[in-house]
């Protein structure tokens, strides 16, 4: 009988561990790009990199994680590619893109001697103003909140009664249409996704055809006597805060259908919740005047809270950013970092000022606002730190708030004089301000979103 050779096992896979790109600052003709490190299976090989770009830049760069690359084209958008490989052939990649350097910040603005209302336009790099167009004659205060989808920039406009919807074109200011959404002198906050915009009032949320102005569907939240958040989503769900109750406030999470607005599942809880909501994979984050939760966004059940502690009020706010929750708190907690997971405290920042707008980006950084600790809050300040460990990077006066990490540029604006300022992410030195040349006084407070290549960034509204 022949003998049968036992079958071996089957040979071992070797594997690169995943990588990213942590960091890209893009200049006018020139980008810094770097990248998270990857490990091979096989113990003791080493580890290199390639960087290309579909332009055909290509740059050997050994076993660093950094990349410079120039030569670039301002007004291009560029697709890259990093490949991580070991002397025996294998190979792992990691996609890029680099957004064009071209950008437009588009915000809203009273003009007090013609009593009239306006959206203008700025280049975000020199500051040059590129269109402006007037909305409205009727003289109001905070009720702009421009998004900016592809080439149109839509806004929501007070001129008495009722509520206009305008959508004009990014590049000349044209106004394509407005449309009367509502019955409401509240502000709207607006959220763009596919062709539909979804706007609230103090009552009601609303589905808004983009191409048309009419209205597909609209929704009441509350009983009048509350307001409503800022609509968020993932890709399956739409997502709004509202508040309600006739004996006391209450506070309610409502999960809906994109086509129709029907509820799929309320939650309800504690404290007061500025609306803005984080959504990563199945959860969904968000701070209120009680704590932080994390719940399941299938179904609105409670995965964590963290309860609050003194002085956790006015707002809080938070970001995600990798394994952590960065959340800011007004006095006393200041901010602190908590394991998304868990919900276990990792640093906290302790500050007694006012703090506000918390706002961070992988770059290794957390960025906040300060201003005295009481009225008349004598003094303000912008300050970075470090998103691993909490400690101080810079701090630097300061009269703009609610800040936003772009492209490697901070932007923030001014609480009273309808502009706004951009500095460098890394040092905080001071670029460039944007708007308001005469810098006269007006209370409308500012409210803008910024465009470079085809995306859009939007700075939350204020609470």
């Known amino acids: ?199 609230t009032y103090n009552t009601t949320l609303s589905a808004i055809n983009t191409q048309t102005g009419v209205e597909i569907w609209r929704k009441s939240l509350n009983n009048g006597l509350g307001f409503n958040g800022k609509p968020f989503y993932n890709f399956t769900t739409l997502f709004c805060s509202t508040t309600t109750g006739i004996s006391g406030i209450k506070f309610k999470l409502i999960a809906m259908e994109f086509s129709t607005g029907n509820t799929k599942w309320t939650i309800d809880y504690d404290g007061e919740f500025n609306g803005i909501g984080h959504i990563e994979n199945d959860r969904i984050y968000f701070a209120t005047t009680e704590g932080v939760y994390c719940i399941n966004a299938e179904n609105g059940a409670l995965i964590w809270k963290r309860p609050k502690d003194s002085n956790f009020n006015n707002g809080p706010q938070l970001e995600v950013v990798n394994n952590k929750i960065i959340v800011s708190c007004s006095r006393g907690l200041g901010v602190f970092a908590l394991d998304k997971n868990t919900g276990n405290t990792i640093w906290n920042y302790n500050n007694p000022n006012y703090l506000a707008s918390v706002v961070s980006e992988n770059n290794g950084m957390v960025y906040f606002n300060e201003i005295g600790s009481s009225f008349p809050f004598n003094f303000s300040l912008i300050t970075a730190i470090n998103t691993e460990t909490g400690k101080l990077i810079w701090s630097k006066p300061s009269n703009y708030m609610f800040g936003y990490f772009v492209n490697g540029r901070i932007y923030s604006r001014s609480n009273f004089i309808s502009d706004v300022e951009s500095r460098d992410a890394i040092t905080g030195n001071f670029i460039l301000k944007i708007g308001n040349p005469n810098n006269y006084y007006t209370d409308n407070r500012v409210r803008f979103s910024i465009s470079i290549g085809n995306k859009f960034y939007e700075i939350p509204p204020p609470n």
């Open 1 to 199: 009988m022949e003998d049968v050779l036992p079958t071996p096992p089957p040979a071992v896979k070797e594997s690169f561990t995943s990588f990213s790109t942590n960091n890209i600052v893009r200049l006018q003709t020139s980008a810094t790009i770097e990248w998270t490190s990857s490990n091979y299976s096989v113990q003791g090989s080493k580890v290199m990199y390639k960087v290309s770009l579909d332009n055909g830049f290509f740059q050997n760069v050994n076993t660093d994680t950094k990349c410079v690359i120039n030569d670039l084209v301002p007004t291009l958008t560029y697709k890259g590619q990093i490949k991580a490989f070991v002397a025996n052939g294998d190979s792992s990649v990691s996609n890029f893109e680099l957004q064009s350097y071209t950008g437009i910040l588009v915000f809203g603005r009273t003009d007090r001697a013609q009593n009239q209302n306006l959206i203008e336009a700025y280049d975000i790099h020199s500051g040059e103003l590129l269109w402006k167009t007037k909305v409205s004659d009727y003289f109001n205060t905070n009720f702009f909140e421009p998004v900016i989808s592809n080439d149109t920039v839509f806004v929501n406009a007070n001129n008495g009664s009722p509520k206009l919807f305008f959508a004009l074109s990014l590049k000349t200011g044209y106004l394509f249409y407005s449309s009367i959404n509502g019955n409401s002198n509240a502000t709207g906050s607006l959220t763009y996704r596919s062709g539909v915009i979804y706007t």
